[in-house]
């Protein structure tokens, strides 16, 4: 439950730090390129959503999971690449719920965090059944670790811009308490009288 939690926490700044990535929608596009399918898409995944926080080729910005589905692809460790849905018979009742029902072929990397945790998948669509090669399975995997130092990169600074923040508004207080000194008294005076 506690590792859940983590998970949880970590899809949650990786959401916060990502508002308008150009870096993850270049991404989504060279995904979309290399496996040659027309949707791509990044997403994170939290207890009951699946936010799409890239994407080309669909305007959808998020969905309520399908919990069996998004839970498989999140425990792969490797590629899960899916031919054809229409002939795989764990996928086969499965509403993907994204893009065209005609979607046919599917391939997604997760997305695992540096602490090990896996927040969300780096996927591709098509309506077309088709087979990665080794190949576009290694460059998709290689993208999804992009993803990854993006968002860890997006995360840090935006820590950093909280922090920055907290201390500045520490900082003013402490202005503002403390007396001025009359500009016709002299430092060593004052101290001189101590």
Do not use: W
Request: net charge positive; with cysteine.
């Amino acid at each position: 439950m506690e590792e859940e939690y983590c998970r949880l926490v970590t899809v949650r700044n990786y959401r916060d730090a990502t508002f308008q990535n150009s870096t993850l929608n270049n991404i989504v596009s060279l995904a979309a390129e290399i496996c040659q399918s027309p949707v791509a898409i990044i997403s994170l995944i939290d207890d009951t959503k699946e936010y799409f926080i890239a994407r080309k080729g669909i305007e959808m910005e998020g969905r309520q999971h399908s919990a069996t589905f998004c839970i498989r692809s999140l425990l792969q460790e490797n590629v899960l690449t899916i031919p054809d849905l229409t002939k795989h018979k764990r996928f086969t009742n499965f509403d993907l719920g994204i893009g065209s029902p005609d979607t046919r072929f599917y391939a997604a990397a997760s997305l695992i965090s540096p602490n090990g945790y896996k927040v969300g998948r780096l996927f591709v669509l098509n309506q077309k059944p088709k087979q990665l090669t080794r190949s576009e399975e290694y460059c998709l995997q290689i993208l999804a670790s992009q993803v990854i130092n993006c968002l860890e990169q997006s995360s840090t600074i935006q820590i950093m811009r909280e922090l920055l923040k907290k201390e500045e508004l520490l900082k003013r207080p402490r202005l503002e308490i403390l007396p001025q000194r009359p500009k016709h008294v002299k430092p060593e005076s004052v101290i001189g009288e101590l």
